[in-house]
């Protein structure tokens, strides 16, 4: 029996993963952490516990671990990319003195804890592709700043007091479920609801601007697999690379005019989105979590874009446009 607390659950992440952990712990306390404004609302309120979590709020944080013998945390919470660079005091609060609050309960009570880390940990001079697992981290942003302090912090908790710190650093993710917020590859997300609404796409960011991408089922699995992984197996934690696909603005749009084909996109490039991009990597090399945790992605481009597409046309109740027949 696992009980879990994952704070920030009402996020693009956490919406997905807290319902995923109640199946997968469909005899454990599975807890949806959220903040004043962000309540858990429809089958994420209604199928487990909930629990007010401010994650700058110790106590917070400690009275739920207590309350539900909680022995695992995910602490999905965090400021993304774009709109950190608007509230960089802000991005630090929540995502260091937030994880230091994490850890400390954790250590206290004795909770391994998944603290997401990013490409965006990475920076312009990193190698850009096929970027190592362990290389230079010397990012530009206060969102990659904080998810390198984050990686060391959670190894420093594993090595000082033996806290099971384990992280995966995630693509950009995509999900037709919840979207996404103030992030650097938000746009791999709007593409697909244009597409779907046949609405002509802009694209905040130029042709060539490529970056790791991954499909939700993915990521949901990934950071399962990291927590229930073997100790003896992980020569790392914090934070192993992942991979599933690499591609730039042209390529998605290409794809999804596969299926449909009447679908357009223009160039709007966003200045501050476009530089955060370019010091991002193009592609990660994930050969170390292939080989200390077996993991293995399962979708690529086509088989992402088929789904995003059924999926979202479902949601909003949009027929597939088909081709025009013409009988002579
Ligand atoms: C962002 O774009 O900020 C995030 C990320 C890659 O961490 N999606």
């Not at 659950?9 to 956490?14: K, L, S, Y």
């Not at 917070?60 to 309350?67: H, R, S």
């Not at 938000?186 to 002509?200: F, H, L, N, S, T």
């Not at 960011?205 to 970056?211: E, K, V």
Request: proline share 7%.
């Amino acid at each position: 029996m696992k009980n879990v607390l994952i704070i920030g659950a009402t996020g693009q992440i956490g919406t997905e993963l807290t319902m995923k952990l109640r199946h997968t712990y469909p005899n454990g306390d599975v807890v949806a952490g959220y903040i004043p404004g962000a309540e858990p609302k429809g089958e994420l309120l209604e199928s487990g516990p909930s629990h007010l979590v401010d994650i700058t709020n110790p106590a917070q944080i400690a009275e739920a671990v207590d309350k539900y013998k909680v022995d695992t945390i995910y602490n999905l919470a965090a400021l993304l990319s774009a709109v950190a660079e608007a509230k960089p005091q802000l991005a630090w609060k929540i995502g260091i003195g937030g994880l230091y609050n994490t850890l400390e309960v954790a250590r206290e009570k004795g909770c391994a804890v998944f603290t997401p880390s990013s490409i965006g940990s990475f920076g312009p001079g990193t190698p850009a592709v096929k970027t190592p697992q362990d290389t230079v981290q010397r990012p530009r942003t206060i969102y990659g700043v904080t998810k390198v302090s984050g990686e060391l912090l959670s190894d420093y908790y594993a090595l000082r007091f033996g806290v099971d710190t384990r992280s995966v650093r995630f693509p950009g993710l995509i999900s037709y479920v919840a979207p996404p917020g103030g992030g650097t590859t938000d746009y791999a997300v709007d593409i697909y609801y244009a597409a779907v609404k046949g609405e002509k796409f802009k694209c905040p960011l130029h042709a060539g601007t490529f970056m790791d991408m991954m499909y939700m089922p993915d990521a949901l699995r990934a950071a399962i697999e990291i927590m229930e992984a073997d100790p003896k197996r992980l020569v790392h934690r914090n934070s192993f690379n992942i991979a599933s696909m690499s591609f730039d603005p042209e390529i998605i749009y290409n794809k999804i005019k596969e299926y449909v084909p009447d679908f357009e996109m223009e160039y709007v490039p966003d200045p501050l989105r476009q530089a955060i991009a370019d010091s991002w990597p193009d592609s990660l090399d994930d050969t170390c979590a292939r080989e200390e945790w077996d993991w293995q992605p399962e979708y690529d481009l086509d088989g992402m874009t088929r789904h995003m597409l059924a999926h979202l046309r479902e949601k909003f109740g949009i027929a597939e446009r088909k081709p025009e027949v013409i009988h002579v």
